[in-house]
């Protein structure tokens, strides 16, 4: 069943492929005949940044492989994809913080090389992170201008500097003193003068690095309208972005994609929602590949409860219970909020709205310490910097969330850290040679199995697993969802986030899709399934 | 507007508070004598610590400058009484050895990002090595220039002189401030110490710029080291020692941010006189030690690094 869809799936991309690279010769034919003819009679805007068949590999992964990418003149493109599908590499790839191994990239039908991003920027190909490259610490007006301040005798005349400034930021509605330092602005402040720079240095291609992160809802409807002014301008703008909202807001057209490849590119006028999260999913909506039968309908007060719970420019309130032998899923793209939700229930984001209530009394949870203290555990998402001491063996892995609850002076004495990491090892079936080895030697699996057991080690009453399948093996893979199952049969209350959606809604008893950073509908009994939650995440 | 210069302002503050005090318990602070002698007595400090101001704002430092201007100093005296050069041409000579020694620091610096911190401690190694090679007397400097400059002084009313080397520190700072504010070498400077990726990524010559700081500084310790040969009219092997702590103290207490990034000129000019300043009182007191000086120094400086945390602690809640 699932190897048919996988299959259909795999054809519906060659076609799309097939579909794309048609389109865009028969473009490209057409524009040709139009300058024959001396007539622009073409409706699509000249082509100014062309990519062939990019290719970009790094020790045992294929970042980039064989990727197309057109951008037109006054086109907002929004560039698409998972986590590993291959944004970030392709656009350092265009900036020159990466060389390419394979494939062309023409800017005005010249072949360009960047060296590195201010060589970018001066070909005419400027970016915009996310965390603003500018400089704090140093005057709007510098930093708009720095090395081309305009002077005389050797000296900057700032007057004039300052002047050209507050002129080219009420080009874009911004009016403020462009003598204070950056750092008194806001980000979205900060991001305008980043684009200001760009633009004025004669950038034809403008970059946006998931622009809109760290912005409210105005400030982004601010963004956008510079954006659509640019674009009236000739200006091609390539927009990475998580937000499906966005990017039919602003796109003109979208290119996906997916673990390296070239999903497809569409323009979005034509492109339903769905189809675009499935683009990017890489699932096609199917039948049912795996069901669970017994979806039990947890009753009961629940364990720990969030009411309105969340954070400014993080996650939208939202109200949250989980009771115990109950899991609760969260799904949603990438930057949608379930790791925030995580984070926040964690403490490791500071919730400034909403109570939170463990076993119907309100608490407080400000840091992980008092989250660790209710018996909460936490496995992160990313295992390797946020989870394992790589350098640590298992057993002191195992003893370490133990050994803080207990506080560093309450040693815990080497027989009983023996016979925990031994229980633990037997249980979880952790396959190691000796407690004693560096945990960074083990496989993926194991290490997740060890990173359990130091949860578990606590005996928490409520446990938050973040992409607890990601990159183990198969047979790893069952061995957890069987863990996690066991686990709420012993009457923990589990929340547990994954991209994969088969995998959250077989052992889900209710699933909560996020979107855009809002919890949008939660889902239970026979409404938990790998379809339904797909159509939640695509909206409408 | 005010907040950006609030860490100047406190330091100008202080300094003026503490004048006061000092005016109060002893009414003759207010003659130009005293005035006077507080800049030439610390003229070599002054001159040292502008070029300090231009390194830590970058976000380095400069463990090199007290060596320099011993080795300055030591060089004079040797080239001048033993081999009988020239003053002028022995100046000249100096401040280009100190001039390529800067630029070698800033090299090393920059091509193999090395921490500054351990770059300038070699250096300063090197120079109070170098000392001990050419000398390890103290020689007495009786070139007739000498008497000549140290003859120079604009007289004040009131019986006061600002005197050449005084008049130095005055105009070095003027030019520190024209170059850290008004040109794009500062800028430059300030960028580094804001972001060194930031500005790498803005086009900014972060190996240019790193070169010419080092350069500037140690050119400026070799100017305070003949500065400070007028005032001993001598050249120590041991000379200046830890005047390179001094200086980042001075630098530090006139509203400069250690990390880089922010700070003044003329800051720097308060921080040197606010030392000064305690120094003459103690000299007037009599009766404490001289090293009353370091403590109350070092009571500042934590003061002031406090108060910059705090400040910057505040700004970015508010913003």
Same mark, same amino acid.
């Given at each position: 069943?699932?190897?048919?869809?996988?299959?259909?799936?795999?054809?519906?991309?060659?076609?799309?492929?097939?579909?794309?690279?048609?389109?865009?010769?028969?473009?490209?034919?057409?524009?040709?005949?139009?300058?024959?003819?001396?007539?622009?009679?073409?409706?699509?805007?000249?082509?100014?940044?062309?990519?062939?068949?990019?290719?970009?590999?790094? *020790?045992?992964?294929?970042?980039?492989?064989?990727?197309?990418?057109?951008?037109?003149?006054?086109?907002?493109?929004?560039?698409?994809?998972?986590?590993?599908?291959?944004?970030?590499?392709?656009?350092?790839?265009?900036?020159?913080?990466?060389?390419?191994?394979?494939?062309?990239?023409?800017?005005?039908?010249?072949?360009?090389?960047?060296?590195?991003?201010?060589?970018?920027?001066?070909?005419?190909?400027?970016?915009?992170?996310?965390?603003?490259?500018?400089?704090?610490?140093?005057?709007?007006?510098?930093?708009?201008?720095?090395?081309?301040?305009?002077?005389?005798?050797?000296?900057?005349?700032?007057?004039?500097?300052?002047?050209?400034?507050?002129?080219?930021?009420?080009?874009?509605?911004?009016?403020?003193?462009?003598?204070?330092?950056?750092?008194?602005?806001?980000?979205?402040?900060?991001?305008?003068?980043?684009?200001?720079?760009?633009?004025?240095?004669?950038?034809?291609?403008?970059?946006?690095?998931? *622009?809109?992160?760290?912005?409210?809802?105005?400030?982004?409807?601010?963004?956008?309208?510079?954006?659509?002014?640019?674009?009236?301008?000739?200006?091609?703008?390539?927009?990475?972005?998580?937000?499906?909202?966005?990017?039919?807001?602003?796109?003109?057209?979208?290119?996906?994609?997916?673990?390296?490849?070239?999903?497809?590119?569409?323009?979005?006028?034509?492109? *339903?929602?769905?189809?675009?999260?499935?683009?990017?999913?890489?699932?096609?909506?199917?039948?049912?590949?795996?069901?669970?039968?017994?979806?039990?309908?947890?009753?009961?007060?629940?364990?720990?409860?969030?009411?309105?719970?969340?954070?400014?420019?993080?996650?939208?309130?939202?109200?949250?219970?989980?009771?115990?032998?109950?899991?609760?899923?969260?799904?949603?793209?990438?930057?949608?909020?379930?790791?925030?939700?995580?984070?926040?229930?964690?403490?490791?984001?500071?919730?400034?709205?909403?109570?939170?209530?463990?076993?119907?009394?309100?608490?407080?949870?400000?840091?992980?310490?008092?989250?660790?203290?209710?018996?909460?555990?936490?496995? *992160?998402?990313?295992?390797?910097?946020?989870?394992?001491?790589?350098?640590?063996?298992?057993?002191?892995?195992?003893?370490?969330?133990?050994?803080?609850?207990?506080?560093?002076?309450?040693?815990?004495?080497?027989?009983?850290?023996?016979?925990?990491?031994?229980?633990?090892?037997?249980?979880?079936?952790?396959?190691?040679?000796?407690?004693?080895?560096?945990?960074?030697?083990?496989?993926?699996?194991?290490?997740?199995?060890?990173?359990?057991?130091?949860?578990?080690?606590?005996?928490?009453?409520?446990?938050?697993?973040?992409?607890?399948?990601?990159?183990?093996?198969?047979?790893?893979?069952?061995?957890?969802?069987?863990?996690?199952?066991?686990?709420?049969?012993?009457?923990?209350?589990?929340?547990?986030?994954?991209?994969?959606?088969?995998?959250?809604?077989?052992?889900?008893?209710?699933?909560?899709?996020?979107?855009?950073?809002?919890?949008?509908?939660?889902?239970?009994?026979?409404?938990?399934?790998?379809?339904?939650?797909?159509?939640?995440?695509?909206?409408? | 507007?005010?907040?950006?210069?609030?860490?100047?302002?406190?330091?100008?503050?202080?300094?003026?508070?503490?004048?006061?005090?000092?005016?109060?318990?002893?009414?003759?602070?207010?003659?130009?004598?005293?005035?006077?002698?507080?800049?030439?007595?610390?003229?070599?400090?002054?001159?040292?610590?502008?070029?300090?101001?231009?390194?830590?704002?970058?976000?380095?430092?400069?463990?090199?400058?007290?060596?320099?201007?011993?080795?300055?100093?030591?060089?004079?005296?040797?080239?001048?009484?033993?081999?009988?050069?020239?003053?002028?041409?022995?100046?000249?000579?100096?401040?280009?050895?100190?001039?390529?020694?800067?630029?070698?620091?800033?090299?090393?610096?920059?091509?193999?990002?090395?921490?500054?911190?351990?770059?300038?401690?070699?250096?300063?190694?090197?120079?109070?090595?170098?000392?001990?090679?050419?000398?390890?007397?103290?020689?007495?400097?009786?070139?007739?220039?000498?008497?000549?400059?140290?003859?120079?002084?604009?007289?004040?009313?009131?019986?006061?002189?600002?005197?050449?080397?005084?008049?130095?520190?005055?105009?070095?700072?003027?030019?520190?401030?024209?170059?850290?504010?008004?040109?794009?070498?500062?800028?430059?400077?300030?960028?580094?110490?804001?972001?060194?990726?930031?500005?790498?990524?803005?086009?900014?010559?972060?190996?240019?710029?790193?070169?010419?700081?080092?350069?500037?500084?140690?050119?400026?310790?070799?100017?305070?080291?003949?500065?400070?040969?007028?005032?001993?009219?001598?050249?120590?092997?041991?000379?200046?020692?830890?005047?390179?702590?001094?200086?980042?103290?001075?630098?530090?207490?006139?509203?400069?941010?250690?990390?880089?990034?922010?700070?003044?000129?003329?800051?720097?000019?308060?921080?040197?006189?606010?030392?000064?300043?305690?120094?003459?009182?103690?000299?007037?007191?009599?009766?404490?030690?001289?090293?009353?000086?370091?403590?109350?120094?070092?009571?500042?400086?934590?003061?002031?690094?406090?108060?910059?945390?705090?400040?910057?602690?505040?700004?970015?809640?508010?913003?």
């Amino acid at each position: 069943m699932r190897r048919q869809a996988s299959d259909r799936l795999l054809f519906c991309l060659k076609r799309d492929q097939r579909r794309v690279r048609k389109r865009m010769s028969a473009s490209g034919s057409d524009a040709s005949k139009a300058s024959e003819d001396e007539m622009p009679v073409s409706t699509e805007q000249p082509q100014l940044l062309e990519i062939r068949g990019l290719t970009k590999g790094f *020790p045992g992964v294929q970042a980039l492989d064989h990727v197309d990418f057109t951008l037109h003149e006054g086109e907002i493109h929004g560039l698409l994809g998972e986590n590993g599908a291959g944004k970030s590499t392709l656009i350092k790839v265009l900036t020159g913080v990466f060389k390419r191994d394979a494939g062309t990239i023409r800017l005005d039908g010249q072949d360009i090389e960047a060296r590195d991003p201010a060589d970018a920027l001066s070909l005419g190909i400027g970016t915009v992170y996310q965390e603003v490259n500018l400089l704090p610490n140093l005057s709007v007006a510098e930093n708009l201008f720095i090395g081309r301040q305009p002077h005389r005798f050797g000296l900057v005349r700032t007057g004039e500097m300052r002047r050209r400034s507050q002129e080219l930021l009420a080009g874009y509605g911004l009016d403020i003193d462009v003598a204070n330092p950056l750092s008194a602005y806001s980000v979205a402040v900060q991001q305008i003068v980043a684009i200001a720079r760009a633009v004025d240095l004669s950038a034809k291609v403008l970059i946006l690095d998931e *622009p809109t992160a760290s912005l409210d809802a105005q400030e982004v409807e601010t963004l956008f309208r510079i954006l659509r002014d640019l674009k009236s301008r000739g200006i091609g703008i390539v927009f990475v972005t998580h937000f499906l909202d966005q990017v039919y807001a602003v796109c003109d057209r979208i290119t996906v994609l997916r673990n390296g490849r070239l999903v497809g590119s569409r323009p979005i006028a034509e492109l *339903p929602r769905i189809e675009l999260v499935s683009m990017m999913l890489g699932r096609e909506l199917a039948a049912e590949a795996l069901h669970r039968n017994q979806r039990k309908a947890v009753t009961g007060e629940p364990l720990v409860a969030f009411k309105d719970y969340g954070k400014r420019r993080l996650l939208e309130p939202f109200d949250l219970a989980v009771r115990p032998g109950e899991v609760v899923g969260l799904a949603g793209l990438l930057g949608s909020g379930r790791t925030e939700t995580a984070k926040l229930v964690f403490g490791i984001e500071r919730a400034d709205s909403g109570q939170a209530f463990v076993d119907g009394k309100p608490v407080r949870i400000a840091t992980p310490r008092d989250a660790a203290r209710l018996r909460f555990g936490f496995t *992160p998402e990313d295992r390797k910097t946020e989870g394992i001491v790589a350098e640590l063996s298992v057993r002191e892995n195992i003893i370490l969330a133990l050994q803080a609850q207990r506080g560093w002076l309450r040693l815990i004495p080497r027989r009983r850290q023996e016979e925990i990491a031994d229980r633990f090892i037997k249980l979880l079936d952790i396959r190691t040679p000796d407690a004693e080895k560096p945990i960074g030697l083990l496989s993926g699996g194991n290490q997740q199995k060890a990173l359990l057991a130091r949860w578990l080690a606590t005996e928490p009453r409520f446990l938050i697993l973040d992409e607890p399948t990601r990159g183990i093996d198969v047979g790893a893979h069952a061995e957890i969802i069987r863990l996690i199952e066991r686990l709420c049969e012993d009457g923990l209350a589990l929340l547990v986030i994954s991209s994969e959606l088969e995998e959250i809604a077989s052992y889900s008893d209710r699933v909560v899709v996020l979107r855009d950073r809002r919890h949008v509908r939660e889902l239970s009994g026979s409404d938990v399934s790998a379809n339904t939650i797909m159509t939640t995440i695509a909206g409408h | 507007m005010i907040r950006r210069h609030l860490p100047v302002l406190i330091t100008l503050a202080v300094f003026i508070v503490g004048y006061m005090i000092c005016l109060a318990q002893f009414p003759s602070f207010a003659s130009t004598r005293v005035i006077g002698n507080l800049l030439t007595d610390n003229a070599f400090l002054g001159i040292v610590a502008v070029g300090m101001t231009f390194v830590i704002l970058s976000g380095g430092i400069d463990l090199s400058v007290g060596s320099v201007i011993a080795f300055t100093g030591v060089f004079l005296a040797v080239t001048i009484e033993k081999y009988g050069l020239n003053p002028y041409l022995a100046f000249i000579l100096v401040l280009g050895i100190a001039g390529l020694f800067g630029a070698g620091m800033g090299f090393l610096i920059h091509t193999f990002q090395i921490p500054a911190f351990i770059v300038t401690l070699a250096g300063m190694f090197l120079a109070r090595g170098l000392c001990f090679v050419l000398t390890t007397d103290s020689i007495p400097i009786n070139a007739p220039a000498y008497g000549q400059i140290t003859d120079i002084a604009f007289r004040l009313p009131g019986g006061g002189r600002v005197t050449f080397i005084a008049m130095v520190m005055l105009l070095t700072f003027a030019v520190g401030i024209v170059l850290a504010h008004f040109t794009r070498f500062g800028a430059n400077v300030y960028a580094l110490g804001g972001n060194r990726t930031s500005a790498e990524l803005m086009g900014v010559p972060v190996r240019k710029t790193t070169i010419r700081i080092y350069m500037l500084s140690s050119f400026l310790a070799a100017l305070a080291g003949i500065v400070f040969s007028f005032y001993t009219s001598a050249g120590y092997s041991l000379a200046a020692t830890g005047v390179e702590l001094d200086t980042i103290a001075a630098v530090v207490i006139g509203g400069t941010l250690l990390t880089g990034g922010y700070g003044t000129i003329i800051g720097t000019l308060v921080g040197v006189l606010i030392q000064g300043l305690i120094q003459t009182y103690i000299t007037f007191e009599g009766t404490l030690s001289s090293w009353w000086t370091k403590i109350a120094i070092g009571a500042l400086l934590f003061a002031f690094i406090v108060l910059q945390r705090g400040l910057s602690a505040a700004s970015l809640r508010t913003r």
